[in-house]
C-alpha cells in the first residue's frame, strides 16, 4: 500500500522567494472547506479567510459584525481543504488594536484553535505597534492599508484611498510603517495604480492588490467575484472569471424538474432489498404479492 506524498506547506519564506525572484502571483479569499480544496489544487500560494465573509456568505451590510468565532470556524473549515496553499486568518473588527495582550492572544488563536499559518490586520502607522508585537511572538502578520473596510464609518464610505497630497503621503508612511513593524506583506485596497506602484518600488516586502491596479506584486481578489456567485453590485476593480452562481441556478432548477416529473431517483440511484425479508416483516404471503404484482388491491372482494 503507498502512502500518498506528503504535501508541503508553502510559508513566508517563499513568499519572500517569489517576490525576490519577481514572480507575481494571484492570491484569492475562501470561506469554506471545498472552495479552499479547489482553490488549493489550483496552485493559489495564498488564501485569505477574510472578514468579507461578513458580507459575502453570512449576509451582513459590513464586515463590522463579524466576530471572531466566526473567523475561526471558518479558517477551520479553509484549514482543512489548503493542504498548499498557506492560509491566512483576517482578524475582525475589534479582535486587535483594543490591548497588545488581547491582540496577540487573539492573533495566536488563529493558528492554535482554526490552523491558519498567518493572520492579516487593517491600519498603517496606527496599528504598527500591534503588529510589532504579534511579529514578536512568532505569528506572521499580513498588513492591510488604503481602503480598511472596517473602518468604513470613519473613511466615509468605500472609496478610493490616496487621491490627494496629503492622503498619498499618509499611505506611503502607512506602508513604510507596516514593512517597518515586521509584516511580511501589505494589501493595497482601492489605491490609485500610480501611488501602489511608488509604494511598490520604496517596499521590500510584497504588494498585494486588490483595486490598486497592475503593477503590485501580487493581486487578491473575493473569490464569490472571481467566479460569478456575486449578486448584485460587483466592484469595478472585480472581473468574473466564470458564472458559478448560474450553474447553480440551472443545476437546482433542473434537479427541482426532475423530483416533480418522477425522474429522480431512479432505479440506478435507488437501493432495493431481499423480497423475502420485506415480505415477512410486512407478514404477506405468496398470494398477496401476486395480487400486487396483478394491481388487484387486497381488500377487494372477488
Ligand atoms: O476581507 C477581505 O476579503 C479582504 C480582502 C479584500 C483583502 O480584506
Known amino acids: 500500500m503507498s502512502a500518498s506524498k506528503p504535501v508541503r506547506r508553502i510559508t513566508i519564506a517563499d513568499i519572500a522567494r517569489m517576490y525576490e525572484a519577481g514572480e507575481r502571483f494571484a492570491t484569492i479569499t475562501a470561506y469554506d472547506y471545498p472552495t479552499a480544496r479547489i482553490v488549493d489544487e489550483a496552485g493559489i500560494p495564498l488564501i485569505l479567510v477574510g472578514d468579507s465573509l461578513g458580507m459575502v456568505m453570512l449576509g451582513y451590510d459590513t464586515t463590522v459584525r463579524v466576530n471572531i468565532s466566526e473567523m475561526l470556524h471558518h479558517t477551520r473549515a479553509v484549514a482543512r481543504g489548503a493542504r498548499h496553499s498557506m492560509v491566512v486568518g483576517d482578524m475582525p473588527f475589534l479582535s486587535y488594536g483594543v490591548s497588545t495582550e488581547e491582540s496577540v492572544e487573539h492573533a495566536g488563536r488563529f493558528l492554535s484553535e482554526a490552523y491558519a499559518q498567518a493572520v492579516k490586520i487593517e491600519g498603517g502607522v496606527r496599528s504598527a505597534r500591534t503588529i510589532e508585537a504579534i511579529v514578536s511572538s512568532g505569528i506572521p502578520v499580513m498588513g492591510h492599508i488604503g481602503l480598511t473596510p472596517q473602518a468604513v464609518n470613519q473613511l466615509g464610505g468605500h472609496r478610493v484611498q490616496g ?140
Open 163 to 302: 487621491k490627494t497630497r496629503e492622503s498619498a503621503r499618509k499611505l506611503i508612511a502607512d506602508a513604510l510603517a507596516v514593512q517597518e513593524a515586521g509584516a511580511f506583506a501589505v494589501v493595497l485596497e482601492l489605491v490609485p495604480s500610480e501611488l501602489a506602484r511608488a509604494i511598490t518600488e520604496r517596499l521590500s516586502i510584497p504588494t498585494i492588490g486588490i483595486g490598486a491596479g497592475p503593477y503590485t506584486s501580487a493581486e487578491i481578489q473575493v473569490v464569490t467575484d472571481v467566479i460569478g456567485l456575486t449578486q448584485g453590485f460587483t466592484p469595478r476593480h472585480a472581473r468574473r472569471f466564470g458564472e458559478v452562481g448560474e450553474a447553480i441556478s440551472a443545476a437546482v432548477m433542473a434537479y427541482r424538474d426532475a423530483v416533480t416529473a418522477g425522474d429522480f431517483p431512479a432505479e440506478a440511484e435507488s437501493s432495493s432489498m431481499e423480497q423475502g425479508v420485506l415480505d415477512e416483516v410486512l407478514g404477506r404471503g405468496e398470494l398477496d404479492r401476486a395480487y400486487e404484482t396483478m394491481s388487484i388491491p387486497l381488500d377487494r372482494d372477488l
